[in-house]
């Protein structure tokens, strides 16, 4: 296969090509090389497969956009009849607006292809990994700030600092929870009903600042497009899978197949492109790889924010020895992140230098546990009940002094 750089790309602005594309060759070349070591299949993108991403940089979730386009332009749909549609089906809003209708049909006609056993399968082994999962959803989010391919729109909707990054990172572990928990994507559950409330406020925001004047769609594209989603989705999983075999976690292909298929199912309900779908682990790492190969290198922002993650574990809330365990935690994202982005990832997120420490703790207690687990009888439910504690837990002290809303405890 042709390397990128002999490859007739794309070329930023011209065919509505916008400017970030490809902007840092040589840095996001650096930046993807940790996932290129791990694809076994051809890792380099055909010309075809760079257009697909360059294309994606202006498109949107068409459902979502016109939905959106209903609720804040036409007016012909409220955000009450959205809600009661979500809670109890389209059925549920009397003389329900097409928009409504035209949104929700679709996405409660489930995919074909979606199979249940594959789906409860890939949510008992990311309940599994208990703290080892959230740790390495922490680590996923700072990757994620590495390109600055988001970082201004997430400066632009949410406070970055102290307790709002504290709650924004508590809310996204909230709703990966609520996807994993038992039954958690079926029809009228938690993690479904947020999947699909996430969509809607993805909609609303690129719909806001698309049509900004300080906002640039030759240069940026849209501010939440289908490259950028499908990254984000990656994370989720492919990356995900990465980052939990680095702690020592035993996840064998089959089970990584069945995580993959549950985010498959999960990147759908909210709006990506199937193109960006993965079928499996190598499909889901080279589709990850392409979007980094053309994202944009890291700007002040990306280090606002990731200070910002790592310092909102000083505000974690803990009980006893409170000082001291957030100190433990502040510096474990920081371990953990060290080895997933190495030095220099952490140096361009203005984070300094940190030694993969924690990943050397963790093989070996993770290995023994899992590997007993195995093999004494009732293992494997001590495990799954263990992991959903430790995930409960860990979720609510993002949330101190309340309850993280509609959140079930094991």
């Known amino acids: 296969m042709a390397r990128i750089d002999r490859l007739r790309l794309p070329e930023p602005n011209r065919a509505g090509v916008p400017r970030r594309f490809m902007l840092s ?198 501010p939440i497009n289908q490259a950028d989603q499908s990254a984000t989705y990656e994370l989720f999983c492919s990356f995900y899978l990465m980052g939990m075999r680095s702690l020592g976690m035993p996840i064998t292909r089959a089970e990584g197949h069945a995580v993959m298929h549950l985010w498959r199912y999960i990147g759908w309900l909210m709006g990506v492109d199937e193109r960006f779908l993965a079928l499996d682990e190598q499909d889901g790492r080279r589709k990850l790889y392409h979007v980094l190969l053309t994202s944009p290198a890291p700007d002040e922002h990306a280090v606002t924010l990731a200070r910002a993650l790592v310092d909102s574990r000083l505000s974690l809330d803990y009980g006893r020895l409170r000082a001291l365990r957030r100190r433990f935690q502040y510096q474990k994202i920081r371990s953990v992140s060290a080895a997933h982005v190495g030095r220099d990832g952490l140096a361009e997120l203005g984070l300094g230098f940190a030694l993969p420490w924690y990943a050397a703790v963790r093989i070996p207690a993770n290995f023994v546990k899992h590997t007993a687990a195995r093999i004494v009888p009732g293992g494997p439910d001590w495990l799954l009940r263990r992991g959903e504690r430790e995930q409960y837990r860990g979720m609510m002290r993002h949330f101190p002094g309340e309850r993280a809303e509609g959140a079930r405890q094991p």
Request: hydrophobic share 40%.
């Open 25 to 222: 060759p040589e840095w996001a070349r650096r930046a993807g090389a940790p996932i290129r070591r791990f694809i076994r299949i051809d890792p380099e993108p055909t010309a075809d497969d760079l257009a697909l991403v360059a294309d994606a940089l202006t498109r949107c979730d068409d459902a979502g956009d016109a939905l959106a386009a209903a609720i804040t332009q036409d007016r012909s749909v409220t955000m009450a009849q959205f809600r009661a549609a979500l809670a109890g089906g389209i059925d549920a809003v009397p003389d329900a607006p097409e928009a409504l209708r035209a949104f929700f049909v679709p996405i409660e006609r489930r995919p074909d292809w979606v199979d249940d056993a594959l789906l409860r399968r890939g949510a008992e082994v990311c309940r599994r990994g208990g703290v080892n999962s959230l740790d390495v959803l922490g680590s996923a989010l700072l990757a994620g700030y590495r390109s600055s391919a988001t970082t201004d729109l997430l400066m632009r909707t949410g406070r970055p600092n102290g307790d709002g990054a504290r709650r924004r990172v508590g809310e996204t572990v909230k709703w990966w929870y609520e996807c994993v928990q038992p039954g958690g994507m079926e029809r009228g559950s938690q993690g479904w009903q947020l999947t699909v409330h996430v969509r809607l406020m993805h909609a609303l925001i690129n719909r806001h600042y698309a049509h900004r004047d300080d906002w640039s769609v030759e240069d940026w594209g849209l």
